[in-house]
């Protein structure tokens, strides 16, 4: 079946200088054929160490730019997918498109295709609520964990932060996006990089992804997902062996730090937080000092 997607041109994309990578397609992921996605890939190719760098809502692999360096400059491999509705990637146009197997299966598909090994997973938002569903599948690819303001929701409430930003979600006419980034980034974010985050969006009709995401976190019972972060908690409480990092955005009043302390407890083995005072929700704003710490904890400080 032909999923009807938009597609946002190049030249929105034209100017960003503080994000100079050239983007990777694939059009043919198993069940998604024809729609596009977009990837970053940087760094040494033969890497035994890959970071996955998963973004949330409402951004893209942008969100990475202020990390991603840091990881190849130790000699290691990047992969920073956007989400279908996302950044680079097509933009299914009908709203109903958009659910929690959708985009966790072409996750799964992904990194099947691209066949990755070795892998640190890097999450945040959304990103979170889909990558940490992925290691029970294939826990043979996933080594560590580097996790920021995010959570598994089983069909509960998150916090009153979340209900607010579902309702505002829900209600508002058109999501403002830069906006949303200006305000949670403040002087971590300069005019350039909200340009950056407006650019996968040249109008409403690309925004199905933005409006539905807030919708589709599984926060109440029977909710499409719940299973999937059921099992999660269940695999990284009790058969996670790998290594975990946590860093927190302490003013995030969504995704903060009572909703992560709960979720170390739900991680094996994880240590205490780095708690990142000045950074709100979009945590990677603050991301080099995070991924300086996390490659220090990992000890994969040098090439490898």
Known sequence: MTIEALRTEDSRFAVLPAFP????????????????????????????????CLHGEPTWSYLYRKMLP????????????????????????????????????SLLRLLERLDLHGVALVCQDWGGLLGLTLPMEMPDRFTRLLV???AMPVGEPISEGFEAWKQ???MAAEIPVSGILAMDGREAVDIMDILAYAAPFPDNRYKAGVRRFPQL??????MDGIEHEQRARQFWSEQWSGDSFMAIGMRDGVLGEPVMRELRSQIRGCPEPMLVEEAGHFVQEY????????????????PG
């Open 148 to 150: 920021m303001n995010t």
């Open 168 to 170: 505002f979600a829900a």
């Open 217 to 222: 976190v599984p926060v109440l019972p029977g």
């Open 70 to 105: 840091v990881f190849t400059a130790a000699g290691h491999r990047v992969i920073a997918p956007d989400l279908y509705g996302f950044g680079r990637s097509d933009k299914p146009v009908d709203d109903a498109q958009y659910t929690f197997d959708f985009h966790r299966n």
């Open 287 to 302: 991301g080099e000092a995070i991924a300086q710490r996390a490659l220090a904890h990992f000890s994969l400080e040098g």
């Open 21 to 52: 990578y050239q983007p990777n397609y694939i059009d043919d992921l198993a069940g998604y054929e024809g729609l596009r996605m977009a990837y970053i890939d940087e760094g040494d190719s033969a890497a035994e160490t890959v970071f996955l």
